[in-house]
């Protein structure tokens, strides 16, 4: 994600080039090894950084709620051909603007971040406004763990064993009425613990929304961890949604707000930059973004690049969904 404002091509951010000297584990000395042109591209770092940080993968819910972790497997979502991006890079390699827009430095001003205890309200078009606790979140549903394919707008992917429930159990739970056609998510606003948030070029706080439909779809998915474990608060603890159908933004983190409505609400990013980003998002190869192609992916994993699918390879189970008007 970025601005005209802060000027960054999609890539730029990859890990700096300091951080992958410092993970090279020798400084300057390393330069005449690699290639420097490499190095600046960041296309070297994923196989000098997969081992994981213990500091990075901390859950930020601590010990709470760890008999539910690991979840089991299920066999139903499968990336083959493609292979599991390391915890190691997935885990300091985030967008989570709230805190900084710099992806390797987000898990160092996150983990410390305390979100016990939790609640996500829901309001609306609901039969009752609830609010759900951290243990109502953890136990609307049993946990399972999907791997999933997921594409950043940015043109970066990844490939990550999440775990969590479908949406749809959550919402079921919240009993929108008939008339509700969307459903809206709000995450933390909480400036003094998250740094990016002063920033005011953005309408904090984060919100993201999704049509009914394509929220009780079965891909989407209610995460609270991943890797076998609760989610670290990069990945956006306690709750965050993913739809891997579209891109990134569309799967918002730490969500404190829910709201069922009739009318399509607005988005974080499309309100920053109606231009540059819509509501429906979906991963499309042949619909560039107005700065860049989107016709092919890097794997944050292996540094490869190869052909962005439609839907992100998803087009069997979500094709139906939308008759192709949407934009
Ligand atoms: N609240 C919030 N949610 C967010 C974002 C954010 O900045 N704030 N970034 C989005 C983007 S652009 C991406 S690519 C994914 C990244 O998720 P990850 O860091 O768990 O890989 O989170 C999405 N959800
Ligand atoms: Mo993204």
């Not at 091509?9 to 000297?21: G, H, K, M, V």
């Not at 410092?22 to 600046?40: D, K, N, P, W």
């Amino acid at each position: 994600m970025s601005s005209n404002k802060i000027s960054v091509t999609p890539e730029d951010q990859f890990l700096d080039r300091r951080s992958i000297l410092r993970g090279m584990g020798m400084g300057l000395a390393g330069l005449s090894t690699l290639g420097v042109s490499e190095i600046l591209q960041g296309i070297s770092a994923s196989w000098i950084l997969q081992d994981p940080n213990p500091e990075a993968i901390q859950p930020a819910i601590g010990e709470q709620f760890k008999d539910l972790f690991p979840a089991k497997r299920s066999a139903d979502f499968t990336i083959a051909p493609r292979t599991l991006t390391p915890e190691g890079i997935s885990s300091i390699y985030n967008n989570f603007y709230e805190f900084t827009s710099v992806k390797n430095r987000v898990w160092r001003m996150a983990r410390n971040f305390k979100v016990v205890p939790w609640k996500i309200e829901v309001a609306g078009a609901v039969e009752k406004p609830l609010t759900l606790d951290l243990d109502d979140l953890m136990k609307v549903a049993p946990l399972e763990e999907r791997l999933y394919r997921f594409r950043c707008v940015e043109t970066w992917a990844m490939q990550v064993p999440w775990i969590g429930y479908p949406l749809n159990k959550l919402i079921d739970r919240c009993k929108p009425l008939g008339k509700a056609k969307y459903i809206r998510f709000i995450s933390i606003l909480d400036e003094a613990r998250m740094p990016g948030q002063k920033d005011k070029q953005w309408p904090w706080p984060y919100f993201e929304a999704l049509r009914l439909d394509e929220a009780r779809h079965p891909l989407a998915m209610a995460v609270v961890g991943l890797y076998g474990h609760g989610l670290p608060m990069q990945h956006g603890a306690p709750w965050r949604v993913v739809v891997p159908w579209k891109y990134g933004y569309k799967s918002p983190k730490s969500i404190v707000r829910i709201e069922f409505t009739e009318e399509k609400p607005a988005t974080f990013w499309n309100q920053a930059l109606p231009r540059e980003y819509g509501f429906y998002s979906n991963v499309n190869p042949s619909k560039p973004h107005p700065r860049w192609s989107q016709a092919m992916e890097r794997d944050i994993g292996t540094g490869k690049r190869r052909p962005t699918l439609l839907y992100n390879g998803y087009a069997e189970q979500v094709a139906k969904l939308y008759s192709g008007k949407e934009v």
